[in-house]
């Protein structure tokens, strides 16, 4: 059973970066995407950012330019670097994997960005 730690959240002023991790484990057959959405209160939770097996990637466009994904494929571990935060990208950060045999959700990470 694949599972996923997603870790690196917390609270930081405007204009700050933080950068999320998410680890995978258990047997993964291969790995279609991996992708990080956000939900904030209230809000449906949306796609914020794709890399997909051969390591194209993809944003929404509230974050282009500011957030980059990435990943270790020897950790099966995917990253969200966050810079130029702005209040309005608080939310939990969910990690996301699909691979060819399953699709698993991560347990979300908290994102606070408040002065």
């Known amino acids: 059973q694949v599972q996923l730690a997603e870790s690196g959240g917390g609270l930081v002023q405007p204009g700050g970066s933080l950068r999320l991790s998410c680890a995978a484990s258990?047997?993964?057959?291969?790995?279609?995407?991996m992708h990080w959405y956000r939900q904030s209160p209230g809000k449906q939770r949306e796609l914020v950012a794709t890399?997909?097996?051969?390591?194209?990637?993809n944003y929404a466009d509230s974050v282009k330019g500011r957030f980059t994904i990435s990943r270790d494929n020897t950790k099966n571990a995917v990253y969200l670097q966050m810079n130029s935060l702005k209040p309005e990208d608080t939310a939990v950060y969910y990690c996301?994997?699909?691979?060819?045999?399953?699709?698993?959700w991560g347990q979300g990470t908290q994102v606070t960005v408040s002065s």
């Open positions: 890399i997909t097996g051969s390591g194209s990637t």
């Open positions: 996301r994997l699909i691979s060819v045999a399953t699709g698993v």
């Open positions: 258990g047997t993964i057959v291969r790995i279609i995407a």
